[in-house]
């Protein structure tokens, strides 16, 4: 494997991200997400990315959900992604903010329509009396939404993790793993990096 100290981050994850989709992995997009409420106590879940680069991690939910809502009030979170296969493990840290209404409209334009009806069906994170009002809700919503598009519903969207620290980690024979983290002090910042034992 390629060095890769004193090299770009999100080309380093670039390139481990195309390598897990090109694997044969179910769902190489599945990433862990830790958030915390105001009084601190963390939470955390799988969701699946839906964009990265420069500008962070992008992810999408129901902003009305525990991690909308945890997110909103306390609006810094955490990322790992574990491929087990390839011995890969990447950690992300950072700030949180809202992606613009463009960037949500234009991914759930890009839904397909059963997901759609879904984003309007679910009261996520919220209290079921039995186990059929979802399908109840999927079926009040398809015939309202029968013919046309599907809006957007206004507390659906993404946010974007612009992280001031990603690690790396490989695994190596003998847990002599190698573990790269790369930080920066702010968005401007320029990245640093060090080695950290395993």
Do not use: C
């Amino acid at each position: 494997m390629a060095r890769i100290e004193n090299r770009d981050p999100y080309e380093v994850f670039s390139e481990w991200y195309a390598e897990a989709a090109e694997s044969g992995l179910k769902e190489p997009t599945a990433v862990a997400l830790a958030t915390a409420d105001t009084d601190g106590q963390p939470s955390l879940r799988m969701v699946l990315l839906k964009g990265h680069g420069p500008d962070g991690f992008v992810f999408y939910t129901n902003y009305e959900s525990r991690k909308g809502r945890e997110l909103l009030a306390n609006p810094k979170a955490a990322l790992t992604f574990h491929w087990m296969p390839l011995g890969r493990q990447v950690r992300v840290q950072g700030r949180v903010e809202q992606v613009s209404t463009e960037e949500a409209d234009a991914y759930y334009a890009s839904r397909q329509r059963d997901s759609q009806i879904g984003a309007w069906a679910s009261q996520q994170s919220r209290p079921m009396e039995t186990a059929y009002d979802l399908e109840k809700n999927v079926a009040k919503m398809a015939l309202k939404h029968a013919v046309g598009t599907v809006p957007r519903p206004s507390y659906w969207s993404g946010f974007r993790i612009i992280p001031h620290r990603i690690e790396f980690w490989s695994e190596k024979p003998f847990r002599l793993h190698e573990r790269i983290e790369f930080s920066r002090e702010n968005d401007a910042a320029e990245w640093t990096n060090r080695r950290l034992f395993p």
